[in-house]
């Protein structure tokens, strides 16, 4: 079996950042790096880890920890969309909760599963951040989506069904 060689333009990206530190700190990259591979393949496979690990020249255990260590990593396949709802204290007292259990009902999934159509997989995150605004949607970990409730629940997945992102 030939060893695993991430895409070259993951693999430029990647060296762009490692420019930004010490050349003897490697380890410094790896979680904008996780990030890049991430958002090119979906996921985290264990191949795309041992070859990022190979490229910085590090241990993979150093990779291996990082990427399982942070919540906004996935190591297995997800939906196109993955629907992450705040779990915070203020969330919970706005009614992220009956939030989730609605989302779960519509879609049929709990959370950390997608969609037989793998359109969608749900996620409970810790803090957004964005109390006032409670509760609070994050969609594939970098789109904001505050104030909801089922009505915009309804709104925001038909949208998304539809491509529109």
Not at 64 to 91: L, N, Q, W
Not at 114 to 139: M, N, Q, R
Request: with cysteine.
């Amino acid at each position: 079996m030939s060893e695993y060689q991430l895409d070259q333009s993951v693999l430029k990206k990647i060296d762009q950042w490692a420019k930004k530190f010490p050349k003897e700190q490697p380890r410094s990259a790896v979680i904008k790096s996780l990030r890049f591979i991430q958002d090119h393949y979906g996921w985290l496979s264990d191949r795309q880890l041992d070859a990022l690990a190979k490229h910085l020249n590090i241990p993979a255990i150093q990779v291996y920890e990082v990427a399982s260590f942070y919540s906004m990593y996935h190591r297995k396949p997800v939906g196109r969309y993955t629907i992450g709802i705040c779990d915070s204290i203020s969330c919970m007292l706005c009614g992220s909760h009956d939030l989730m259990h609605y989302i779960e009902n519509k879609l049929g999934v709990k959370p950390g599963e997608t969609t037989k159509d793998g359109l969608f997989t749900l996620e409970e995150v810790e803090c957004l951040a964005a109390c006032t605004k409670a509760p609070v949607l994050l969609i594939n970990g970098k789109d904001y989506y505050e104030n909801m409730d089922p009505k915009s629940v309804d709104d925001l997945l038909e949208k998304l069904s539809q491509g529109d992102s």
